[in-house]
């Protein structure tokens, strides 16, 4: 795993999204696989930014999104269609049909799951793969527990995740409990990963990804035996770090 430093949020995302970007200018067509949540929103800022400056474009992009909650429409402000949306699709070239995230409002959910994880591979899988991390260790929605072999699959989240979660709601009791993730081998099989780690409450989870034995009770901790992954974080989150 490469470990890239940053001294401010600003900066992890300007290097993250100059780094996402010079790839697509390599590679027109790349799937790009996507997180939401407060880290990479400095990114989409920057990459929206850089399409109206330099004219980067995304018509040949593919993007995959990690997860979507069970039971929200997508016209919901707290679904992950909805965020993805204002946070960055509607703000560059991107063909909408071209964006893909799990169908939580589906009929048939484990069909569903089986659908978007095959749909992922009939592209020839992702290139790179944007990753957040939770305090207890979740990437995805792939919770404490979650096997390693696991592919897209249905979770019942953890009642810390629902309540990091629950400052996007009314309150905790609206925060879904259930949601699609790709799965930790859905994720282990992009060809590339970038983890973004940013503030004081990740410090923690960042030095237990590093220094820490790979289990399952602690799922980021899959990526330390992932040939290419770099982890962007910022000096808060580095805090515990040797
Ligand atoms: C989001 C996702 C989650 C988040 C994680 C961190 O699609 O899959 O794993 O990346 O919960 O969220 P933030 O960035 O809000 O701290």
Redesign the pocket.
């Known amino acids: 795993m490469k470990l890239i430093k940053t001294s401010t949020y600003e900066e992890l995302s300007q290097m993250a999204a100059a780094q996402i970007i010079s790839k697509i200018h390599a590679n027109p067509s790349l799937k790009l696989g996507l997180?939401?949540?407060?880290?990479?929103t400095g990114v989409y800022k920057r990459l929206i930014q850089d399409h109206g400056e330099n004219k980067t474009t995304y018509k040949q992009v593919n993007t995959f999104?990690?997860?979507e909650y069970i039971e929200i429409s997508k016209k919901d402000p707290n679904s992950?269609h909805y965020f993805m949306c204002e946070n960055l699709f509607d703000h560059i070239d991107i063909p909408l049909e071209q964006t893909h995230i799990p169908d939580g409002t589906a009929k048939d959910l484990e069909e569903e799951c089986k659908r978007y994880e095959q749909f992922i591979q009939d592209h020839g899988g992702i290139d790179l793969q944007i990753?957040?991390?939770?305090q207890n260790g979740?990437?995805?929605?792939n919770e404490p527990g979650t096997s390693f072999s696991s592919r897209t699959h249905i979770i019942n989240l953890s009642e810390s995740?629902r309540k990091?979660n629950s400052r996007f709601f009314k309150s905790l009791e609206d925060v879904p409990r259930q949601a699609i993730t790709m799965g930790i081998a859905s994720i282990m099989a992009s060809k590339e990963i970038f983890l973004l780690v940013s503030g004081a409450s990740k410090a923690e989870a960042l030095a237990r990804l590093v220094n820490g034995e790979v289990s399952e009770s602690f799922p980021a901790t899959v990526l330390n035996s992932h040939k290419n992954v770099t982890i962007f974080a910022d000096k808060e989150a580095s805090a515990l770090l040797p």
């Open positions: 997180a939401t949540g407060s880290t990479p999104n990690l997860d992950y990753l957040g991390i939770g979740h990437i995805g929605f995740t990091a």
